[in-house]
């Protein structure tokens, strides 16, 4: 069955008479014959033009709200039937359309203070949940049994087992690219042996430890975040509360024991991973397997292989701490369980950069 339009119920024209030109409106004014006659009004209207309303049949919002536009252009309406008029003059046409004013900034000492604030809030919120976590710490070293291993074990193996694909890849690249890169300008002095040195101080002092770190921030700490943060949305933290579970000690001590250990293990097969992809550049320059694994074990001495452990194990601590922190404090809404994840994941990463200046620093000093 062909479609077949509404048939046009206003008219909207305009006219030349004995008292000049004037526009001529007629007809029904609800919404499909305002519809039909919206935009050739208000272009046909100008500043002065009298607009003849005495042929309106039926007016209602529709119609009334294309004479209030009509008249805001400095048209002049007349003859309109009084039981539209009356209507008409409610809406109080003559006034000037409202704009939003433009929002004054505040004064210079009141950004300060509220930044104060700002900062201050953040460090309260700070010092309590550091409060919170270590009483809850202490409390599970004064009775054990409270832990809850089967879901520390679980987030064993979410950040351990199941990030070792990629903290495996990532690492023996890390080594093959470092190798590749040395080897080629101490070649030109007959050095290139001393490129397993060179790989082997630098994955299990500092590149393994803050490889594997930066891949959990991304991975681990914003799952963190993340679950925590929906689980914040969903009320279910309050769920917690009501029950009288304690979220600190039922969610975040299990989540940070389990990243904390992960850590240095992930961080020991990044090490294992990366000399072996070097081993194999290395073996390219004619330098046995042999030969790399026992520069290695003839450089790197037991204090640099403690010293990584001790900065992945940190690291592990602070990204999973930061994590669940940004998880906690998740606000209301979708979008804050993805400004939550943004800034578990900056905040792990300035935590990184910050946490391996003074390890290096206090290294120095300890002649490590």
């Not at 526009?23 to 305002?34: F, K, Q, S, V």
């Not at 998740?330 to 910050?354: E, P, R, W």
Request: proline share 4%.
């Amino acid at each position: 069955m062909a479609h077949t339009e509404p048939p046009i119920t206003a008219v909207a024209d305009l006219r030349q008479d004995a008292q000049g030109e004037h526009l001529y409106l007629a007809g029904r004014l609800d919404a499909d014959g305002t519809a039909a006659i919206w935009d050739k009004a208000r272009q046909l209207a100008r500043h002065d033009l009298h607009v003849d309303a005495a042929a309106v049949d039926y007016c209602d919002g529709a119609g009334l709200a294309l004479i209030y536009a009509l008249i805001q252009q400095g048209a002049q309406v007349q003859n309109l039937p009084q039981r539209y008029g009356a209507l008409l003059n409610e809406l109080n046409p003559t006034q000037a359309l409202q704009t939003t004013p433009p929002e004054k900034r505040p004064a210079f000492l009141i950004r300060l203070g509220a930044r104060a604030a700002a900062i201050w809030t953040s460090f309260y919120d700070l010092m309590s949940f550091t409060g919170e976590l270590t009483a809850a710490w202490g409390v599970w070293l004064r009775k054990p049994g409270i832990m809850r291993w089967g879901d520390m074990l679980e987030q064993c193996i979410k950040a351990g087992v199941n990030a070792t694909p990629i903290v495996l890849l990532v690492a023996f690249l890390f080594g093959v690219i470092l190798a590749f890169q040395s080897a080629v300008p101490m070649r030109q002095f007959g050095a290139e042996l001393f490129v397993a040195n060179l790989v082997g101080l630098s994955l299990v002092r500092e590149l393994a430890p803050l490889m594997t770190a930066v891949l959990l921030a991304g991975r681990t700490g914003a799952a963190f975040a993340a679950e925590i943060g929906t689980m914040k949305v969903n009320e279910e933290i309050n769920a917690l509360i009501t029950l009288g579970l304690e979220p600190v000690r039922f969610l975040v001590l299990p989540r940070i024991l389990a990243v904390t250990l992960m850590a240095p293990l992930l961080t020991v097969l990044a090490e294992v991973i990366g000399i072996l992809g070097a081993g194999l550049v290395l073996l390219t320059f004619n330098i046995p397997l042999q030969t790399t694994a026992t520069q290695v074990m003839d450089s790197v001495g037991f204090a640099d292989y403690i010293g990584g452990l001790a900065k992945a194990t940190v690291y592990g601590f602070g990204i999973a701490v930061i994590g669940c922190r940004r998880g906690l404090n998740t606000g209301a809404g979708a979008s804050a369980v993805g400004a939550s994840t943004t800034q578990a994941v900056v905040s792990s990463i300035v935590m990184l950069v910050v946490a391996d200046g003074l390890f290096a620093v206090a290294f120095y000093y300890l002649g490590w």
